[in-house]
Each structure stands twice: as C-alpha cells, then as structure tokens.
C-alpha cells in the first residue's frame, strides 16, 4: 500500500464539517455537523477503574478460564502468558491510534478513518459482535456463583443481570465509574483469596507451567502440543481483551491525548496480573490433573479452605460478573452511539440511536438496544458462539494493526498523539501471528464469523455505498482532535 486512503471524516463542530448536516427529515441521521457529544467527565483512575472492570479480571477467571483448563490441562497459565505479550503490542496500536483519532466508535472509527469507510463498517461489525454476545456469556454464570445463597436458574438470573445493568448503564458515567470501582475492588479480593489458597496448597511441580500437560480419557496425561497452544490463543486474547474499552471512552476523558494511552497501558498490566496470578496458583494447587480439568474453581477454594470462604469467593465472583455486564454494557452502547451518528443505519434509527438523555447524558437508546436484546440472547445457547468471539476478537486486532501501519503517513502524520516504540515492526509482527492464529481456528467458527462479515459486506455495498455522501460518514469530537499531549 502506498497511499493512504481518503476517508471523510465529520468533525463534532458544525464550522469544520466538510459534509453540512441535511434538513431533519433526510434519510441521514446525525453523522454530520452539529453531532451530539458526550461529556468529557473522567480522568485517568476513573477511565483505568472502567476499563478495568470491563476487562473484568475476576469473571473472566472464573467464567472462561475453567474452559480453558478443561483444553489446555496446566497449559492455560503459558497461554495466557503468550497472549499478553502479544497484548503488549495491541496495546501499543490502541494507544497510538486511540490518542490520535479520540472517538467513541473505536476501533471502526480508528480503522475508517485510516483505511477507508469499508475497512471501518467491516471492523464495525466485528466489533459488533462482541458487542452482542459477550455480555450474555458472562451473565450466564451468575447463578453458579449464587448457589451457595439460593438455587437459581442460569437464563433467568443471567437476563435479570443484563436488565440490571442496562438500568446502571443510563445512569451518568462518572457514577458508574466509582460504583464499578467498588466491585472491582471486591472481584481483585477474591482473585487474591483464590491465589494466596492455591499457593498454599502447592500440589505439583512448577515445571508443569513450561512442560504443560493435558488428562487422557483413560486417566493419563499427554503433553500439551504446540499447536493446542495456538489454538487457545484466541480464547485467551479474548480473556484478556478489556483494556481496549479505553478507546471507546476517549471522547468523554480529560485530555485523551495524554489519559487513553495511560489508562490502555495500566490496564493491560493490572488486568493481566488479576488473571494470570491465580490462573498459576489454580494450576499448582489443584489436587489432580481431573480436578483442575474440570474447571470447579469455587469446588477448589472450599476444599483448600472452608465453606465459609468458598461461599465469600463465591459471592464476590457474582458482583464480578455483574460488574462486568454493566460496564461492558455502557462500553457497547457507545459504540452502537456512535455507528448512528456516523450514519450505519436509516435515518429514523440513526436519531434514536444518537439521541443523548438530557439528565445524565448518556445514550439511552442506544444503551437499550444493546441491553434488551443481550437479555434475549441468555435464553440462547452460547457455546459456540464463544468461539465466534474469539475469532471475532483476533481479526479485530488485525484491522486495527494493519490501522497502525498507515498511521503515520498523511495529515495524521504531524498530529499531536501518542506514538508506540520500534514502529513499524511491532504491527506488522501483530498482523503475522494473529493471521496465523487465525488459522487454527475452527472451521465452523471462521465460518460463523465470514458469513456474517459477508451479509455485512452486501449492506455496504447495497445500501451504504450508493449513499456515502450523507451516510457513514465518520466522526472525530473537534476538541478531542485539537488536544496536544
């Protein structure tokens, strides 16, 4: 490639909107001049304890993590361990690109503007779908975690969570920040409870974390090959994949040049940290390769320890997970906020989407719609979209990498934002291994995600093309644009 591609792009300020807004009732919505904005409300611990939560360390540890154990045996703490290194440098293009294009579309706001509108709607849907099925996935295992209080049941319980945290997510944003916080607080205790017992309960030899192991049906181990490894890697780049949410709050952070690149970086190594610790702990401490198989991490804790402090983990896992679904409510909903007012949609959706509560501010159509339907989708069954996710997830990761290689050329060139170190190696490294672990996958799962990718490809090419004057025009705040570091 050697030009960058020309992608209009929507300032927030009607003075430097290069495509003026049509009458109201135009087939448009609000991509365009006069664009609602969000509040800029909080800093760096506000944006870090978000993040933070929506990374949600805890729930995944004990959501998706025993998945992980029951394939990869004593290897998930090395593969996690690969999938945060690899996290440094995803890390790296979130902070270079999130300073430079500031805008709560994230990852399709970042990539469109670099690479062109098709390129963006293409992220946009893969972001998409994380939007839809994560927030379920983790709702689900509510209930679990409650039984030692009462019995309930999973899909209930899991949609009475999303309900709740669609309620929180049309509260203002720097509330939710510090009532997350407490949960977060809450969910690192328990994480640290779990990592001190299985220390203490050393039952095998460290050398299981670099010689990693996996059980037989007959009761036996095998080595764990290489490419099971792989394979893994894009569950765990989906475990540990939270601290892009600081993208996603750019327009609403004090000076975003300077606080996204902070809070993506703090993130990535607090959060990683949470999940990897007690993933070590768990491993080393699990009486047997079948126990530690089979994922019963409350189970562990109560046999390391006392009903009473597996009931305490317990319950400090359920604020985990509730935790998690409002903040990754309120993260998805940006998102969708911001497709309608870059015009993905119709024009009636693309006001209603758009349209900001005059109390907190926040968009609560858009919450809603990303709230309600994540309720429906606890009645369905989620397993194999979980690996949609993850194959989701990495083939993000690749657009925004491939974003990051044509960063520097252009008008983007001279602008004020953070710039990531060994450039351009570190992306172009990125986009190799996350192909190849694109590879790996399974056919069914890289099917899910082309077909979609597909029937999103002929939106654009039907409906969006023909109309690119007025429509999916992309947005960048003027005031997130103008700061310097």
């Given at each position: 490639?050697?030009?960058?591609?020309?992608?209009?792009?929507?300032?927030?300020?009607?003075?430097?909107?290069?495509?003026?807004?049509?009458?109201?009732?135009?087939?448009?919505?609000?991509?365009?001049?006069?664009?609602?904005?969000?509040?800029?409300?909080?800093?760096?611990?506000?944006?870090?304890?978000?993040?933070?939560?929506?990374?949600?360390?805890?729930?995944?540890?004990?959501?998706?993590?025993?998945?992980?154990?029951?394939?990869?045996?004593?290897?998930?703490?090395?593969?996690?361990?690969?999938?945060?290194?690899?996290?440094?440098?995803?890390?790296?293009?979130?902070?270079?690109?999130?300073?430079?294009?500031?805008?709560?579309?994230?990852?399709?706001?970042?990539?469109?503007?670099?690479?062109?509108?098709?390129?963006?709607?293409?992220?946009?849907?893969?972001?998409?779908?994380?939007?839809?099925?994560?927030?379920?996935?983790?709702?689900?295992?509510?209930?679990?975690?409650?039984?030692?209080?009462?019995?309930?049941?999973?899909?209930?319980?899991?949609?009475?969570?999303?309900?709740?945290?669609?309620?929180?997510?049309?509260?203002?944003?720097?509330?939710?920040?510090?009532?997350?916080?407490?949960?977060?607080?809450?969910?690192?205790?328990?994480?640290?409870?779990?990592?001190?017992?299985?220390?203490?309960?050393?039952?095998?030899?460290?050398?299981?974390?670099?010689?990693?192991?996996?059980?037989?049906?007959?009761?036996?181990?095998?080595?764990?090959?290489?490419?099971?490894?792989?394979?893994?890697?894009?569950?765990?780049?989906?475990?540990?994949?939270?601290?892009?949410?600081?993208?996603?709050?750019?327009?609403?952070?004090?000076n975003p040049r300077r606080?996204?690149?902070?809070?993506?970086?703090?993130?990535?190594?607090?959060?990683?940290?949470?999940?990897?610790?007690?993933?070590?702990?768990?491993?080393?401490?699990?009486?047997?390769?079948?126990?530690?198989?089979?994922?019963?991490?409350?189970?562990?804790?109560?046999?390391?320890?006392?009903?009473?402090?597996?009931?305490?983990?317990?319950?400090?896992?359920?604020?985990?997970?509730?935790?998690?679904?409002?903040?990754?409510?309120?993260?998805?909903?940006?998102?969708?906020?911001?497709?309608?007012?870059?015009?993905?949609?119709?024009?009636?959706?693309?006001?209603a989407l758009s349209h900001?509560?005059?109390?907190?501010?926040?968009?609560?159509?858009?919450?809603?719609?990303?709230?309600?339907?994540?309720?429906?989708?606890?009645?369905?069954?989620?397993?194999?979209?979980?690996?949609?996710?993850?194959?989701?997830?990495?083939?993000?990761?690749?657009?925004?990498?491939?974003?990051?290689?044509?960063?520097?050329?252009?008008?983007?060139?001279?602008?004020?934002?953070?710039?990531?170190?060994?450039?351009?190696?570190?992306?172009?490294?990125?986009?190799?291994?996350?192909?190849?672990?694109?590879?790996?996958?399974?056919?069914?799962s890289l099917a899910i995600?082309?077909?979609?990718?597909?029937?999103?490809?002929?939106?654009?090419?039907?409906?969006?093309?023909?109309?690119?004057?007025?429509?999916?025009?992309?947005?960048?705040?003027?005031?997130?644009?103008?700061?310097?570091?």
């Amino acid at each position: 490639m050697t030009t960058t591609p020309s992608t209009p792009v929507a300032s927030a300020t009607p003075a430097a909107d290069p495509h003026p807004a049509p009458t109201a009732g135009a087939d448009t919505g609000a991509a365009t001049g006069g664009a609602p904005q969000l509040n800029r409300s909080i800093g760096v611990v506000g944006g870090t304890l978000l993040t933070l939560s929506c990374l949600t360390p805890a729930s995944s540890l004990f959501v998706i993590v025993p998945d992980s154990f029951a394939t990869l045996g004593t290897g998930a703490a090395l593969t996690l361990a690969i999938a945060a290194v690899l996290c440094i440098g995803v890390a790296f293009t979130y902070s270079e690109l999130g300073t430079l294009i500031p805008s709560s579309g994230g990852e399709y706001a970042m990539v469109g503007t670099l690479m062109g509108r098709l390129a963006g709607w293409l992220v946009f849907v893969l972001s998409l779908i994380v939007v839809m099925i994560v927030p379920p996935i983790i709702a689900l295992g509510t209930a679990d975690y409650l039984a030692p209080l009462t019995p309930l049941d999973p899909q209930w319980t899991a949609a009475g969570v999303m309900l709740l945290a669609t309620a929180m997510g049309l509260l203002d944003l720097r509330a939710n920040a510090w009532i997350t916080g407490i949960f977060l607080v809450l969910e690192v205790v328990a994480a640290g409870v779990v990592a001190f017992l299985g220390f203490s309960h050393t039952s095998r030899s460290a050398s299981v974390l670099v010689h990693p192991v996996i059980a037989t049906p007959g009761g036996h181990s095998t080595a764990l090959t290489a490419g099971l490894v792989v394979t893994g890697l894009a569950t765990a780049l989906f475990i540990l994949q939270g601290f892009s949410t600081a993208v996603y709050l750019a327009e609403e952070m004090e000076n975003p040049r300077r606080n996204v690149s902070r809070t993506v970086l703090w993130t990535l190594g607090i959060g990683a940290a949470v999940v990897l610790v007690p993933v070590v702990a768990i491993t080393l401490g699990a009486p047997d390769l079948a126990t530690l198989t089979s994922g019963d991490v409350a189970g562990m804790v109560e046999s390391w320890s006392n009903s009473a402090v597996g009931t305490f983990v317990s319950l400090c896992i359920a604020l985990a997970i509730i935790n998690a679904a409002i903040v990754m409510v309120i993260q998805n909903s940006r998102v969708v906020f911001a497709s309608a007012r870059d015009a993905a949609w119709p024009g009636g959706v693309n006001r209603a989407l758009s349209h900001l509560g005059q109390r907190f501010g926040s968009p609560w159509a858009a919450t809603l719609a990303v709230g309600v339907p994540g309720a429906a989708l606890c009645f369905v069954n989620l397993d194999t979209l979980s690996e949609v996710t993850g194959v989701a997830v990495a083939a993000m990761y690749v657009f925004v990498a491939l974003g990051a290689l044509v960063s520097r050329r252009g008008a983007h060139r001279h602008r004020a934002a953070w710039r990531m170190p060994l450039w351009p190696a570190i992306p172009a490294l990125l986009v190799l291994v996350l192909v190849w672990v694109l590879c790996q996958q399974s056919i069914e799962s890289l099917a899910i995600t082309g077909a979609i990718v597909a029937a999103a490809g002929l939106y654009w090419a039907c409906y969006l093309r023909p109309r690119q004057d007025t429509h999916w025009v992309i947005s960048v705040p003027e005031e997130g644009a103008e700061e310097g570091a």
